[in-house]
């Protein structure tokens, strides 16, 4: 399995170098460079180097050397365990005894779909097509650098220079032989709001019913054009017919109509729209009742909002994707990172001893005095709102998350220094690095696999807290926390807190499950006899 991970990272860092040469957006593989884009200190001016490595003069040498880093950690696994390699027994019995805890092992089958969905990127969720074809010329703006504008597709007027409205694009080409393929979700996770929604009601036997049957009772509206935004006439209905005051605006959204209906009928009305008449003005629009809705929208399958809309307009199924999407990100950066620093600190403290361990301990002693989540807290709160992204958070959870493992690792080390095969390796010349890493580590691994998942839940939860505070990443970033925020404080649209509430669970449920499997498969008692 390491092996084809090996493969896997280095097919992904020359992918994903070769797309970002060829000014590409590739799913996934086009986040390291978009980070340098969007944080200065992660790029710098090459003026030396060639054209096909700079972006507007800056080398984005994040990027490049976070691939370089990639492939020479595939190059490693590849060598470390060639082709044809056996699983050893140990790891086997492990692996099957994971197998046997059913919950635990298709919680992890879950897991790694949801993780493929999400590395599937703006081919599943976003505003632009994944292919447009516009008198006879192809083009692919999900996956192109390139921004197109309205002109680009025959729009005129004042939305020409602008980026393209794909959405009503589509509605355009309807019927001709232009077209477009868009994402399953076609909004952006943020960025991308929706101002209204609206969904058609039907006239029956001189009667409104509403979008659910039965007779209608609420507003009711004409538009010019089929635009929500642009109202023509709103009305009143109860029990399906007419009845109170109505409104209506001319095509430049000026008022010029205002009456008053009892039981259907219109029994006084002013009209200030030139010589025209009350029949030519009502003529205006397609004359077909439609309900709009203001954000916060309720799930309207036909608007394409499965799940409703939140505060701000933005879809809720693209923003909990954009939300799956930076904490995943989350995890791959931060647990590895704390881990390297928890488990080297750990060991070193146990190794070593005296003044060394004292102080360290001392340190921890200090910090871990203080709640975890208030101290990021303040220093969260010292970043300046420019500054604030991804890197910047997890640096400060980083800064004080690696201290929870290091009484284990100093546990296993104090205990594994005293076995025979760390003197026989200290007789023989080893170096205390070689001691740490290469002979007491593998053998603290059992403590490390069980850590993992509650590592996983932990950085989610404490991202989730931040955002949910006020204290977390930008507005930029669709974040869990937020949305479940924005629910709380509009319990009258139940719709987006339960969504956030049942992601969050559902994906903590998840990685409990595999963190049950795993702590069973590396229980020492199931593999040792004691007489």
Same mark, same amino acid.
């Given at each position: 399995?390491?092996?084809?991970?090996?493969?896997?990272?280095?097919?992904?860092?020359?992918?994903?170098?070769?797309?970002?040469?060829?000014?590409?957006?590739?799913?996934?593989?086009?986040?390291?460079?978009?980070?340098?884009?969007?944080?200065?200190?992660?790029?710098?001016?090459?003026?030396?180097?060639?054209?096909?490595?700079?972006?507007?003069?800056?080398?984005?040498?994040?990027?490049?050397?976070?691939?370089?880093?990639?492939?020479?950690? =595939?190059?490693?696994?590849?060598?470390?365990?060639?082709?044809?390699?056996?699983?050893?027994?140990?790891?086997?019995?492990?692996?099957?005894?994971?197998?046997?805890?059913?919950?635990?092992?298709?919680?992890?089958?879950?897991?790694?779909?949801?993780?493929?969905?999400?590395?599937?990127?703006?081919?599943?969720?976003?505003?632009?097509?994944?292919?447009?074809?516009?008198?006879?010329?192809?083009?692919?703006?999900?996956?192109?650098?390139?921004?197109?504008?309205?002109?680009?597709?025959?729009?005129?007027?004042?939305?020409?220079?602008?980026?393209?409205?794909?959405?009503?694009?589509?509605?355009?080409?309807?019927?001709?032989?232009?077209?477009?393929?868009?994402?399953?979700?076609?909004?952006?996770?943020?960025?991308?709001?929706?101002?209204?929604?609206?969904?058609?009601?039907?006239?029956?036997?001189?009667?409104?019913?509403?979008?659910?049957?039965?007779?209608?009772?609420?507003?009711?509206?004409?538009?010019?054009?089929?635009?929500?935004?642009?109202?023509?006439?709103?009305?009143?209905?109860?029990?399906?017919?007419?009845?109170?005051?109505?409104?209506?605006?001319?095509?430049?959204?000026?008022?010029?109509?205002?009456?008053?209906?009892?039981?259907?009928?219109?029994?006084?009305?002013?009209?200030?729209?030139?010589?025209?008449?009350?029949?030519?003005?009502?003529?205006?629009?397609?004359?077909?009742?439609?309900?709009?809705?203001?954000?916060?929208?309720?799930?309207?399958?036909?608007?394409?909002?499965?799940?409703?809309?939140?505060?701000?307009?933005?879809?809720?199924?693209?923003?909990?994707? =954009?939300?799956?999407?930076?904490?995943?990100?989350?995890?791959?950066?931060?647990?590895?990172?704390?881990?390297?620093?928890?488990?080297?600190?750990?060991?070193?403290?146990?190794?070593?001893?005296?003044?060394?361990?004292?102080?360290?301990?001392?340190?921890?002693?200090?910090?871990?005095?203080?709640?975890?989540?208030?101290?990021?807290?303040?220093?969260?709160?010292?970043?300046?709102?420019?500054?604030?992204?991804?890197?910047?958070?997890?640096?400060?959870?980083?800064?004080?998350?690696?201290?929870?493992?290091?009484?284990?690792?100093?546990?296993?080390?104090?205990?594994?220094?005293?076995?025979?095969?760390?003197?026989?390796?200290?007789?023989?010349?080893?170096?205390?690095?070689?001691?740490?890493?290469?002979?007491?580590?593998?053998?603290?691994?059992?403590?490390?696999?069980?850590?993992?998942?509650?590592?996983?839940?932990?950085?989610?939860?404490?991202?989730?807290?931040?955002?949910?505070? =006020?204290?977390?990443?930008?507005?930029?970033?669709?974040?869990?926390?937020?949305?479940?925020?924005?629910?709380?404080?509009?319990?009258?649209?139940?719709?987006?807190?339960?969504?956030?509430?049942?992601?969050?669970?559902?994906?903590?449920?998840?990685?409990?499950?595999?963190?049950?499997?795993?702590?069973?498969?590396?229980?020492?008692?199931?593999?040792?006899?004691?007489?």
């Amino acid at each position: 399995m390491l092996r084809q991970f090996g493969i896997a990272a280095l097919a992904a860092s020359v992918i994903g170098s070769v797309g970002e040469m060829l000014a590409l957006q590739l799913p996934t593989l086009r986040w390291p460079f978009n980070t340098a884009r969007e944080m200065p200190m992660l790029s710098a001016e090459a003026p030396g180097l060639p054209d096909f490595l700079l972006v507007d003069g800056h080398f984005l040498w994040f990027g490049w050397v976070f691939y370089v880093v990639l492939a020479v950690l =595939g190059l490693c696994l590849m060598r470390r365990y060639p082709a044809g390699a056996v699983m050893p027994p140990l790891t086997q019995r492990r692996w099957e005894r994971f197998r046997s805890v059913r919950r635990g092992y298709w919680s992890l089958i879950v897991l790694l779909g949801i993780m493929l969905i999400a590395g599937l990127d703006q081919a599943v969720v976003g505003k632009r097509p994944l292919v447009a074809q516009y008198e006879g010329a192809w083009s692919f703006p999900a996956f192109e650098r390139r921004i197109y504008t309205g002109a680009d597709f025959g729009v005129e007027g004042d939305r020409a220079a602008a980026e393209a409205d794909y959405r009503a694009l589509r509605k355009r080409f309807e019927g001709s032989n232009n077209w477009l393929l868009m994402p399953l979700v076609p909004f952006d996770s943020t960025g991308d709001t929706v101002t209204h929604n609206m969904v058609d009601l039907e006239l029956r036997d001189g009667r409104l019913m509403g979008p659910h049957g039965g007779r209608y009772d609420g507003l009711a509206s004409f538009v010019y054009a089929g635009d929500a935004s642009r109202e023509h006439v709103r009305f009143r209905y109860r029990d399906g017919l007419r009845q109170g005051e109505a409104e209506g605006r001319d095509p430049e959204g000026k008022r010029c109509f205002s009456g008053n209906y009892v039981d259907g009928e219109l029994v006084r009305y002013e009209l200030d729209y030139g010589d025209a008449g009350l029949e030519a003005f009502m003529a205006l629009s397609d004359q077909q009742f439609r309900k709009i809705y203001y954000n916060p929208a309720p799930p309207l399958a036909a608007a394409g909002h499965y799940l409703g809309t939140n505060s701000s307009g933005n879809d809720i199924v693209a923003y909990l994707y =954009g939300g799956l999407q930076v904490n995943i990100k989350a995890v791959l950066i931060y647990v590895p990172i704390v881990y390297v620093i928890g488990v080297t600190v750990g060991l070193l403290m146990g190794l070593y001893g005296g003044s060394f361990d004292l102080l360290v301990q001392r340190l921890i002693e200090v910090f871990s005095n203080i709640p975890f989540l208030f101290v990021v807290i303040i220093f969260s709160s010292m970043v300046p709102v420019k500054m604030k992204g991804l890197g910047i958070i997890l640096f400060i959870l980083v800064l004080f998350g690696w201290m929870g493992m290091t009484s284990l690792m100093r546990t296993a080390a104090l205990k594994e220094k005293a076995r025979d095969y760390v003197a026989a390796a200290r007789v023989s010349g080893a170096s205390t690095w070689r001691v740490v890493f290469v002979h007491i580590l593998p053998n603290t691994v059992s403590i490390l696999v069980t850590l993992i998942p509650f590592s996983v839940s932990g950085i989610v939860l404490s991202l989730t807290s931040l955002d949910y505070l =006020g204290f977390g990443l930008p507005e930029s970033y669709a974040t869990w926390g937020r949305l479940l925020n924005d629910g709380l404080t509009k319990l009258s649209s139940p719709w987006i807190v339960s969504s956030a509430f049942v992601t969050l669970v559902l994906t903590l449920v998840l990685v409990t499950f595999v963190g049950e499997a795993v702590r069973e498969a590396y229980d020492p008692k199931k593999f040792t006899l004691y007489k």
